[in-house]
C-alpha cells in the first residue's frame, strides 16, 4: 500500500488544482499558527481541530483532483474521510465552547467523542473495499472523463447523517444564543450561522444535484473561506477577546490601578497607572493569593490589601459579562486597586483622637466623683453648723451675724444640691441608677410639689395653681424620681416667671398616656435650643439678666429619669407669650 501511495504522488506538481489548493491550504495553516498564538477564546483546541481537518481534506481533494488513475483518486478519496468526519464534529464543540460554554464539553464521554466519531467514521470508510457501503462498485470514471463518478451507498448516508446531526446540534446551539445575547453580538453569531450553513449546503448540492468544484466535493473548500474570515473577525471585532475587551472597558488616564484577570486565571492586562507603580511584580503574588480560593472572585468578596512601598490599596473585584451570554459566562475579572493610604491614615488619626477624648472623658468623670464626693462630707458638717448657729442654741446672735449666717446657710444647701445634682446625673449616665417600679399616683405627686413649693414661688412673686387632674392618673415609676422631675419643671417654671405671674399645672389621659404639664407665662424659650434646654450644664438665658441660679442639671436629670421609666420630657414655647414642659407615661389600667 506504502508502494501504491508513493505511486499516487507522481505527476501532482504538474496539477494547477494541486497548486491552488495547497496555496489555500498553506494560507489556512498560516492563519492557525497566528491564532494559536495570539488570540485567546473559549473552544481554542477544538477551532485548531476545525482548521486541521480543513487543510487535511483541503490536500486530500487537491491530490484527488491531480491524480489521472481511478486507484490513487478513490485512495484520496477515502482518505479525506478523516477530515471530512473531523470537521463537523470539532465545528460543532467549538461553537458550544464559544458561545455556550458548556459544562458537559470537560465531561470525558464528550472528550471520547470528539476522537471516537471521526476515527470511527475513517475506520469504515478505509474498509469499504471490503463492504463497498461507503462507494459501491459502480463507482467508476466514465468514458471521456477524468474524475471517479462515485455511487454512493447506503453506508455513505449513515456517516451524512451522523455528521449532520452534529451541524443541527451547532444550529440549534446558536439559535438559542440568539435569545440571550445582546444585540451588539448579533453579527458575530450571524456570521458563525453563516459558516454552519454554507457548507451544509454546498454538501447537499454535492450529495443531491452533483454540483463540484474543479470537480471534486466543494464542502472542503467552502468551509476554508468560512472559518478564514471568522479568524479575521476574530482578530478585528475581538467580542471575545479578554484583553481586547479589557482595553474598551477601562481608559488609561484612570488614576486608579486596574488588572484584568482571564478565566484562565492569568493577567493579561494592567492599565498605565498599574505599570507605573510597579504593580508587575507585587500584583502577580497578590492575585496568586487571591487565586488560592477562587470564592474570592466568583463572589467578589472583600479580600486584604495590598501594600506597595509606602502605598495600600483595596482591591474591588468586577466580573467582565460575555456579550453572547450576560447572565452565565463570563470573560474574566476586572480588579480596580483603590488608594486607600490617606483613608486609613485619617481613621487611623481619628481613632486615636476618639480614645484620646474617652480618656480625657473618662478623666473628668472621675474627677468630678472624687471633688463631689469629697465635698459632701465637709458640705454636711458646715450647714449643720450653720444650722445650730442659727438656731440660737450656741448662744444669742447679733442681728447683722445672723445675716450673714442665713446667707452662707443658703449658699451652703445650693452647693449640696448642685452636689448631689452632679452625682446623680453621673449615675444616671453610666447606668447605675436603679428606680423603683410601682404603683404611682402623678395627680397626688403634682399636689405636693405645689405645696412644697408654695413659699419659692411667694418669694418670687409668682402665684401657683392647680388646674384640670384627672383622677386616678396611675403610672408605674419610682416615686421619688417622679417627684423630682415635677419639682424641677414647677422650679424652672417659677424661675423663668414674671412678677404676679400664673404657673398652671395640669393632668390629662389620651391613647393609654397620661400627660402631665407645667405652663408659666414669660418670655418664652427661642427655637432650637432643645439641645441646650435638655443639655448637661446648659440653661437659657432670663430676660437679658443672664442665666439664672441653678447647676443646668435639672432638666437633664429630669429627661433621664422619665425615659429610663418609659416616659418622657418636651415643651412647646412661644416666645413673648408663654411655655409648657409636659412628661408623659404610659398609664395603668
Known amino acids: 500500500m506504502g508502494k501504491t501511495m508513493m505511486m499516487c504522488f507522481e505527476g501532482v506538481a504538474g496539477s494547477p488544482v494541486f497548486w491552488f489548493v495547497s496555496a489555500v491550504s498553506t494560507i489556512a495553516a498560516l492563519v492557525l499558527l497566528w491564532m494559536l498564538k495570539f488570540q485567546r477564546f473559549n473552544g481554542k483546541i477544538d477551532y485548531a481541530l476545525t482548521f486541521i481537518a ?28 478523516l477530515g471530512n468526519a473531523m470537521l463537523p464534529v470539532a465545528w460543532c464543540f467549538f461553537v458550544f465552547a464559544y458561545v455556550d460554554d458548556a459544562l458537559w464539553l470537560k465531561k470525558r464521554s464528550a472528550r471520547a467523542a470528539r476522537i471516537f466519531v471521526p476515527i470511527a467514521i475513517f475506520a469504515f470508510a478505509i474498509t469499504n473495499p471490503w463492504h463497498n457501503l461507503v462507494y459501491t462498485d459502480a463507482s467508476i470514471i466514465p468514458q471521456g472523463q477524468g474524475h471517479i463518478e462515485y455511487v454512493h451507498g447506503p453506508g455513505f448516508y449513515a456517516i451524512i447523517a451522523t455528521l449532520y446531526s452534529f451541524v443541527l446540534a451547532t444550529l440549534f446551539c446558536l439559535a438559542k444564543a440568539f435569545t440571550r445575547a445582546k444585540r451588539t453580538a448579533w453579527p458575530l453569531l450571524t456570521v458563525l450561522v453563516a459558516i454552519t450553513l454554507t457548507p451544509l449546503a454546498a454538501n447537499t448540492g454535492y450529495v443531491v444535484f452533483g454540483f463540484t468544484v474543479f470537480g471534486l466535493d466543494p464542502t472542503a473548500f467552502m468551509f476554508t473561506l468560512g472559518i478564514v474570515a471568522f479568524t479575521w473577525i476574530l482578530f478585528t471585532n475581538k467580542a471575545m477577546d479578554m484583553a481586547f475587551i479589557g482595553q474598551s472597558g477601562l481608559a488609561n488616564t484612570m488614576s ?28 502577580k503574588q497578590f492575585i496568586n493569593k487571591i487565586l488560592a480560593n477562587d470564592k474570592n472572585l466568583e463572589t467578589r468578596e472583600t479580600v486584604s490589601h495590598l501594600r506597595i512601598g509606602q502605598r495600600v490599596y483595596e482591591p474591588r473585584i468586577r466580573e467582565i459579562e460575555s456579550p453572547l451570554d450576560p447572565s452565565e459566562t463570563i470573560l474574566g475579572w476586572s480588579i480596580t486597586f483603590v488608594d486607600i493610604t490617606d483613608r486609613i491614615a485619617t481613621s487611623a488619626a481619628l481613632e486615636e483622637a476618639l480614645q484620646r477624648a474617652d480618656e480625657a472623658n473618662r478623666k473628668k468623670d472621675e474627677f468630678i466623683s472624687v471633688v463631689s464626693h469629697e465635698l459632701r462630707t465637709p458640705l454636711t458638717s458646715l450647714i449643720g453648723g450653720l444650722a445650730l448657729a442659727r438656731s440660737g442654741r450656741l448662744g444669742d446672735v447679733a442681728d447683722p451675724v445672723l445675716s450673714v449666717l442665713n446667707i452662707a446657710h443658703r449658699n451652703g444647701i445650693r452647693l449640696s444640691r448642685l452636689v448631689d445634682n452632679i452625682l446623680l446625673a453621673q449615675k444616671i449616665d453610666i447606668n447605675a441608677l436603679a428606680l423603683e417600679s410601682k404603683p404611682v399616683d402623678l395627680g397626688q405627686l403634682l399636689e405636693e410639689s405645689f ?23 396611675v403610672i408605674i415609676g419610682d416615686a421619688f424620681a417622679i417627684r423630682q422631675i415635677i419639682d424641677n419643671l414647677i422650679s424652672n417654671a417659677i424661675k423663668f416667671s414674671n412678677e404676679h405671674d400664673i404657673i398652671e399645672g395640669a393632668i390629662k389621659t389620651s391613647n393609654g398616656q397620661v400627660r402631665l404639664s407645667i405652663t408659666n407665662s414669660g418670655q418664652g424659650i427661642p427655637e432650637g435650643m432643645e439641645g441646650q434646654v435638655f443639655g448637661r450644664f446648659g440653661q437659657v438665658e432670663n430676660n437679658g439678666q443672664g442665666s439664672t441660679q441653678g447647676s443646668g442639671l435639672g432638666l437633664h436629670i429630669s429627661k433621664k429619669l422619665a425615659n429610663q421609666m418609659l416616659g418622657d420630657i418636651f415643651y412647646e414655647s412661644e416666645a413673648g407669650v408663654s411655655t409648657t414642659f409636659y412628661v408623659t407615661f404610659p398609664l395603668v389600667n
Not at 486596574?258 to 507585587?282: C, E, P, Q, W, Y
Not at 412644697?452 to 386616678?472: C, I, P, Q, S, Y
Open 54 to 81: 480543513v487543510i487535511w481534506t483541503l490536500m486530500m481533494v487537491g491530490l484527488e483532483a491531480a491524480s489521472s488513475t481511478y486507484s490513487c483518486q478513490f485512495q484520496w478519496a477515502i482518505m479525506a474521510w
Open 256 to 283: 486608579e490601578p486596574v488588572v484584568m484577570i482571564d478565566r484562565g486565571r492569568k493577567i493579561v492586562l494592567m492599565n498605565t497607572a498599574a505599570k507605573s507603580r510597579d504593580f508587575n511584580h507585587a500584583t
Open 451 to 473: 405645696k412644697d413649693n408654695e413659699m419659692f414661688a411667694t418669694e418670687r412673686g409668682v402665684r401657683l395653681a392647680l388646674g384640670n387632674v384627672v383622677l386616678a392618673s
